[in-house]
């Protein structure tokens, strides 16, 4: 890439055009690009969907059809998975060939591109666009990844893209360079593409060492060293005790929670000093005092390291001394313990558990009767969890990159050398 000096950028960026820029009307651009509507150099065209949705005479055939969930779980190549049309479904649709890229353009998720990686049907919320004329795809797939956030914004507020129109697409300007640097252009950018799928597949292996770790540790097949006693099954009830304290005036260091349950804290902010309803307590400030409290809501557990106010529907539980909370919430995430809550359960609703304390208390769970064993199983999947937020952090980093030097390549802010 060519450098770009200080002055050219200071320049750029005031909206002055420096030698060798125009102002399009669009913002400030190389003066050898080009400024053209879309339907100059692509054909625009939209989806189409048989009718009545679900008919087996058309879904559930062995053609693929796009839906919004599989560009949102793929990103730039996508392989439909979630839906599928019949042969006579395929022909009350838009089927189109592998490459083709895709927008999605109705609904609140709109401006969501993707590059098919498969022949697939697509219905009418989406986009698709063939016919190119001194236009690639990919350049053409960026150039919407970067309008993303403007037009996902002016959807969600009522904008002009709340419903992107055939019309609007076909005359939205883009600026193009030329073939040759477009292609120059399209390689600097896969290889940020390159390091964020490096980076996200990094991350899911480390899930799953996480994972298979877990289940190791927590079921005392893998030992850590230096722990050899006895791991004991126990009554949950005998491990942890629920916390119903509920009198506001004698409880000037805990937090009410409107029902019961509640937690300690140092301060809180009131809406309304003068009226009764405890429930208009909004916030909580974070006290470092450890992990103390362990919450169970619905069967999903989670131990809190900052002190707050927590709904009616969570089960605040207190640990005793034989056992240590944070191993607890990693053996509460175990395959076979949602299977035991799922058994004491008292019902489900739309498949969520509703697990009293009455029934939680008398389930049994084998735990080293040693707390320093636990306390050291917590402390290798606690610095398992950090790594994964670290990678997290870099992965964010490395898309932020990316989308800045996206908008310095796309406007002809940086240029590559061609």
């Known amino acids: ?49 048989p009718r009545p949705k679900g008919d087996p005479k058309y879904y559930g055939g062995s053609i693929p059809r796009l839906l919004i969930e599989d560009v949102s779980r793929d990103g730039k190549y996508v392989i439909p998975s979630v839906d599928s049309l019949t042969e006579e479904g395929a022909k009350k649709s838009r089927y189109v060939p592998e490459g083709t890229v895709v927008l999605s353009c109705s609904g609140t998720r709109v401006a969501i591109p993707g590059i098919l990686g498969v022949p697939a049907c ?49 005359e939205m300007h883009i600026q193009l360079p030329g073939i040759k640097e477009q292609g120059k252009i399209i390689e600097t950018i896969n290889s940020w593409d390159k390091a964020i799928e490096l980076k996200v597949k990094l991350i899911e292996q480390k899930k799953e060492q996480k994972k ?26 005998d ?27 140092t301060e809180v902010e009131i809406k309304d000093n003068s009226s009764e309803d405890k429930s208009k307590y909004k916030r909580i ?20 390291k900052y002190e707050g106010i927590v709904s009616p529907a ?43 304390y009455e029934k939680f208390k008398v389930i049994k769970v084998l735990v080293p009767q040693d707390v320093s064993e636990q306390k050291a199983i917590a402390g290798v999947l606690l610095s398992l969890d950090n790594q994964i937020e670290l990678m997290g952090i870099e992965l964010e980093y490395i898309k932020q990159q990316k989308k800045g030097l996206m908008q310095l390549l796309l406007t002809g802010k940086v240029r590559v050398k061609v």
């Open 212 to 237: 298979g770790l877990m289940q190791k540790l927590l079921t005392g097949k893998v030992r850590i060293p230096g722990f050899n006693g006895e791991w004991v099954e126990s009554r949950l009830g």
């Open 1 to 49: 890439m060519n450098e770009i000096t200080k002055e050219r950028l200071q320049l750029l960026n005031t909206g002055i055009p420096p030698q060798g820029y125009i102002e399009t009307g669009y913002g400030l651009f190389p003066e050898d690009w080009r400024n053209v509507q879309i339907s100059e150099v692509v054909r625009v065209f939209r989806g189409a969907s």
């Open 122 to 170: 697509i219905h009418d919320g989406f986009f698709g666009f063939d016919n190119y004329k001194d236009l690639l795809p990919e350049y053409l797939y960026y150039f919407f990844e970067l309008l993303h956030d403007k037009m996902q914004s002016s959807a969600t507020t009522g904008g002009v893209f709340n419903n992107l129109t055939t019309q609007i697409m076909k």
């Open 285 to 304: 400030m974070p006290l470092d005092i450890g992990y103390n409290t362990m919450r169970m809501w619905q069967g999903v557990s989670g131990v809190s």
């Open 314 to 356: 969570y089960t605040i539980l207190k640990p005793t001394k034989r056992v240590d909370s944070i191993f607890m919430s990693f053996l509460f995430k175990l395959p076979h313990t949602v299977n035991l809550f799922r058994r004491y359960s008292q019902g489900l609703v739309d498949d969520t558990l509703n697990l009293k």
């Open 239 to 265: 491990l942890f005790k629920e916390r119903k304290e509920v009198a506001f005036n004698e409880l000037e260091l805990l937090a009410i929670t409107s029902q019961k349950g509640i937690v300690r804290r």
